[in-house]
């Protein structure tokens, strides 16, 4: 769970230490005391942190059955469903609404994945031999609904206490790392005992290791700076070069049925991403075309068109957890 860990974003954290004034030595010591207030002492508050990071281990675990199982593409496209997930989640733990064209676009983007999902059970072009599509599907599906439930817990937890999101992000990795070192020595201790901890990491795997960790850099800068709608683009731009890279590496295929199936999960990522103003002012235009009679606007009040012209405005924008797991 590194890269979804680092997503949070702590340079819009507070500073936690009362005296900013002190020399290097005076602010370290604060430190410590700080994360042995925090972590150690109120150790029950910490424990919360477990159930998320648990299920972040085990999400990330998934994912490289996934991936290990589906072409890139397939599963770029597949592994929008965890929108859908943290949109159900949120509902269902957060009581909050979705309007009428974000749960249009929730059920094009199930269309689309169950387009996409149909192409490669029909074949899809050639695949390595190893690969099993349904133990992928079966992957993908359980990050994603893990990836719901835990970036909606997480933000539930937020919001039901006191504590900053850079201590929570901090207590995070820290069972994380303690939950991944488990899964090693459970799986691979003897290998790693004889063989060493870093054998096999190859610069190949050393550059997935940066890429992972400067994504998670890359999307909290977008969160701070950006929009969903900025947001949803991004999302849409990684499905094409995933689709593109593919080709060119692994000689996918891309038919008739995988293009419809990609086209409707970009359009309704880029759907569920609008504010809501800019939602109102779509569902309006509609109801404007299919009959004569039309909503005057009051007096005084700007058009839908500029309600949804203040980039940033948490009010406006549909879904985006303060853990920013969503990617």
């Given at each position: 769970?590194?890269?979804?860990?680092?997503?949070?974003?702590?340079?819009?954290?507070?500073?936690?230490?009362?005296?900013?004034?002190?020399?290097?030595?005076?602010?370290?010591?604060?430190?410590?005391?700080?994360?042995?207030?925090?972590?150690?002492?109120?150790?029950?508050?910490?424990?919360?942190?477990?159930?998320?990071?648990?299920?972040?281990?085990?999400?990330?675990?998934?994912?490289?059955?996934?991936?290990?199982?589906?072409?890139?593409?397939?599963?770029?496209?597949?592994?929008?469903?965890?929108?859908?997930?943290?949109?159900?989640?949120?509902?269902?733990?957060?009581?909050?609404?979705?309007?009428?064209?974000?749960?249009?676009?929730?059920?094009?983007?199930?269309?689309?994945?169950?387009?996409?999902?149909?192409?490669?059970?029909?074949?899809?072009g050639?695949?390595?031999?190893?690969?099993?599509?349904?133990?992928?599907?079966?992957?993908?599906?359980?990050?994603?609904?893990?990836?719901?439930?835990?970036?909606?817990?997480?933000?539930?937890?937020?919001?039901?206490?006191?504590?900053?999101?850079?201590?929570?992000?901090?207590?995070?990795?820290?069972?994380?790392?303690?939950?991944?070192l488990?899964?090693?020595?459970?799986?691979?201790?003897?290998?790693?005992?004889?063989?060493?901890?870093?054998?096999?990491?190859?610069?190949?795997?050393?550059?997935?290791?940066?890429?992972?960790?400067?994504?998670?850099l890359?999307?909290?800068?977008?969160?701070?700076?950006?929009?969903?709608?900025?947001?949803?683009?991004?999302?849409?731009?990684?499905?094409?070069?995933?689709?593109?890279a593919?080709?060119?590496?692994?000689?996918?295929?891309?038919?008739?049925l995988?293009?419809?199936g990609?086209?409707?999960?970009?359009?309704?990522?880029?759907?569920?991403?609008?504010?809501?103003?800019?939602?109102?002012a779509?569902?309006?235009?509609?109801?404007?075309?299919?009959?004569?009679?039309?909503?005057?606007?009051?007096?005084?009040?700007?058009?839908?068109?500029?309600?949804?012209?203040?980039?940033?405005?948490?009010?406006?924008?549909?879904?985006?957890?303060?853990?920013?797991?969503v990617?």
């Amino acid at each position: 769970g590194g890269r979804e860990r680092a997503e949070v974003g702590v340079q819009d954290l507070p500073h936690p230490f009362p005296d900013t004034s002190a020399r290097i030595p005076g602010n370290v010591k604060h430190l410590v005391l700080f994360l042995h207030e925090a972590v150690l002492v109120q150790y029950v508050d910490t424990l919360k942190l477990a159930v998320p990071s648990l299920i972040y281990t085990l999400q990330n675990n998934l994912q490289y059955v996934a991936i290990s199982n589906l072409p890139a593409a397939t599963f770029q496209v597949t592994y929008q469903l965890k929108i859908l997930t943290t949109a159900l989640f949120s509902v269902l733990m957060l009581n909050r609404s979705l309007s009428r064209l974000q749960w249009a676009s929730l059920l094009l983007l199930f269309t689309g994945v169950a387009i996409v999902q149909a192409q490669q059970a029909g074949g899809g072009g050639p695949r390595p031999l190893d690969q099993n599509p349904g133990a992928g599907l079966a992957a993908v599906v359980a990050s994603c609904l893990s990836s719901g439930f835990a970036g909606v817990y997480f933000e539930k937890i937020l919001k039901g206490s006191s504590g900053s999101v850079w201590l929570r992000n901090l207590q995070l990795g820290l069972f994380g790392t303690a939950l991944g070192l488990v899964g090693l020595w459970w799986a691979e201790g003897t290998a790693v005992a004889h063989r060493g901890f870093f054998f096999g990491y190859t610069p190949a795997v050393w550059g997935v290791v940066l890429n992972q960790a400067f994504g998670g850099l890359l999307v909290a800068v977008v969160v701070k700076y950006a929009d969903n709608i900025l947001k949803g683009f991004a999302t849409s731009l990684s499905i094409v070069l995933s689709t593109v890279a593919s080709i060119r590496l692994f000689g996918f295929h891309v038919d008739p049925l995988f293009a419809l199936g990609a086209g409707l999960v970009i359009g309704a990522v880029y759907l569920y991403s609008l504010p809501r103003g800019a939602a109102k002012a779509i569902a309006s235009a509609s109801a404007s075309t299919s009959g004569p009679c039309t909503r005057q606007q009051p007096p005084g009040q700007p058009p839908p068109s500029q309600l949804s012209s203040h980039r940033g405005d948490v009010s406006t924008e549909p879904f985006l957890p303060k853990s920013v797991l969503v990617k």
